[in-house]
T-cell receptor, first 122, second 107 residues
C-alpha cells in the first residue's frame, strides 16, 4: 500500500507563496496509471480539488485558483510539490496530497496523505 | 464545473439502522462516482468507486448504486465505527468536484 507524506510550513504570511511537498513511498510516481493530486479542505468544510500532475509532467489546475498554482515533480526524491502564490486567509485549509487512479474507466482517489493544516496569517 | 449535491446534509441514526445518502450531479458523470468516509482529523477513506464497486477491505454493509446524475450510498446495519461524514465525488470531468458531505451521527 503506497504511503503519501506531505511536508511544508504550517504558517504562511499573506501575499507570500505556500509551498508543500508530497513524498511517495514507492515507484508508482512513474506509472501511467495515476494522477498525483492536491486537494484541500477549509476548516469544517468540504473538499476542493486543486490540480494534478501526470507522469509525463502535464498538469491541470482548478480554474478557481486563477493561475496561482504550480505542481511539479522531483523524481529523484519521489516527490511532487504544490506552490500557491499570493495567498490570503481564504487559502487557510488542510492540504492533502492524493493519488488518483486513472485506468480505463476508473477515476478515483485511492490513497491520501494525513493532511497538513496551513494557516495564512501575519 | 459539475456541481455535486448531497441529501440529507445530516442524519441521526442508531446502531443497526439502514441509512441512505443521495448524491446528485448537475450533469451526467456516467458511472465515475466515488464515495468517501471521513472521520475528524483524518483524511477521506475510499469506500466505493465506479458508483457501485466496493473498495478492497470495506465492509459489505456499504453499497452504492446509480448512474448519470443520481447516486445512492446505502449503509445496511449501521455500526458504531460508521458515524462519520460521507462525501461523493465525480471523476468524469475536470475540475473534479465533491459533494458538500453528509454527516451521520448518533441519535
Amino acid at each position: 500500500q503506497v504511503q503519501l507524506q506531505e511536508s511544508g510550513p504550517a504558517l504562511v504570511k499573506p501575499s507570500e507563496t505556500l509551498s508543500l511537498s508530497c513524498t511517495v513511498s514507492d515507484d508508482s510516481i512513474d506509472s501511467a496509471s495515476y494522477y498525483w493530486t492536491w486537494i484541500r479542505q477549509h476548516p469544517g468544510k468540504g473538499l476542493e480539488w486543486l490540480g494534478y500532475i501526470y507522469h509525463t509532467g502535464s498538469t491541470y489546475y482548478n480554474p478557481s485558483l486563477r493561475g496561482r498554482a504550480t505542481i511539479l515533480f522531483d523524481r529523484s526524491k519521489k516527490e511532487f510539490s504544490l506552490k500557491l502564490t499570493s495567498v490570503t486567509a481564504a487559502d487557510t485549509a488542510v492540504y492533502y496530497c492524493a493519488r488518483e487512479i486513472v485506468v480505463d474507466v476508473l477515476y478515483y482517489f485511492d490513497s491520501w496523505s494525513q493532511g497538513t493544516l496551513v494557516t495564512v496569517s501575519s | 464545473d459539475i456541481q455535486m449535491t448531497q441529501s440529507p446534509s445530516s442524519v441521526s441514526a442508531s446502531v443497526g439502522d439502514r441509512v441512505e445518502i443521495t448524491c446528485r450531479a448537475s450533469q451526467t458523470v456516467g458511472s465515475r462516482l466515488a464515495w468517501y468516509q471521513q472521520k475528524p482529523g483524518t483524511p477521506p477513506k475510499l469506500l466505493i468507486y465506479l458508483s457501485s464497486t466496493l473498495q478492497s477491505g470495506v465492509p459489505t454493509r456499504f453499497s452504492g448504486s446509480g448512474s448519470g446524475t443520481e447516486f445512492t450510498l446505502t449503509i445496511s446495519g449501521l455500526q458504531l465505527e460508521d458515524f462519520a461524514t460521507y462525501y461523493c465525488q465525480q471523476g468524469n470531468t475536470f475540475p473534479k468536484t465533491f459533494g458538500p458531505g453528509t454527516k451521520v451521527d448518533l441519535k
